[in-house]
């Protein structure tokens, strides 16, 4: 039997993306729906694409909506993939040790309340680090602060910009987010792995 996986999203959605690439053949887990807070979500239109149920939360903030829809759907685990609004604390609770985050740095540096996207990337040149890279990590109700269940590492180059550092840690997130997904398939729920550079 198939481990059921629902992803959220607000934007592009290339982490979607690859999880719909890698979850396919003879993998122990498959995309079953989409959900986004955003009607012009990019990661809509991919799901549609890969004929994965797309649908639009009416009002992101009731959680007796998403956990309706995800019910329905018999979903195992929640994979928030640039979902940048909050998650009803009702869902986190529901869904606690089911529900996993990538974040686009090295938590727990560079997370926390209005750290998303090009932000993150920004913080961390301004930091000088040498270092950068996704992590995966369990939703619980502190922002970005779950257990840590995988990372990878990227050098900070001299040079970057939030752009470029941007596009080298997201390579990596495509990696890293379908090889969390199918381990925790696997194990029947989430497990920490062991960090791969
Ligand atoms: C990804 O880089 C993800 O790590 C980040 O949003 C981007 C979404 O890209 N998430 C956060 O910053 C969460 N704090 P995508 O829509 O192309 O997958």
């Known amino acids: 039997m198939s481990y059921r996986v ?14 719909l690439d890698r979850l396919q053949g003879e993998e122990p887990a498959r995309v079953v729906l989409v959900l986004s807070n955003r009607a012009d ?3 809509l239109e991919r799901a549609r694409q890969a004929g994965v149920p797309a649908e639009v939360l009416a009002d992101p903030a009731d959680a007796a909506e998403w956990i309706t829809r995800l019910g329905r759907r018999d979903v195992d685990l929640l994979v928030l993939a640039g979902y940048l609004k909050l998650v009803p604390p009702g869902v986190v609770q529901k869904y606690a040790g089911r ?11 560079f997370g926390g309340p209005g750290m998303y996207g090009q932000r993150v990337h920004e913080a961390v040149i301004a930091s000088g680090a040498a270092e950068s890279g996704p992590t995966v990590h369990l939703v619980d109700e502190v922002y970005d602060r779950g257990a840590i269940l995988a990372q990878r590492r990227v050098p900070v180059l001299p040079g970057d910009t939030p752009a470029t550092l941007a596009e080298r840690v997201l390579t990596e997130e495509h990696r890293l987010l379908p090889d969390v997904v199918l381990a925790a398939a696997r194990a029947g729920h989430p497990v920490p792995m062991a960090n791969a550079d």
């Open 6 to 19: 629902a992803v959220c999203v607000s934007g592009g959605g290339s982490n979607l993306q690859a999880l």
């Open 41 to 43: 979500a990019g990661g």
């Open 99 to 109: 529900m996993v985050n990538i974040h686009p740095a090295l938590l727990p540096d």
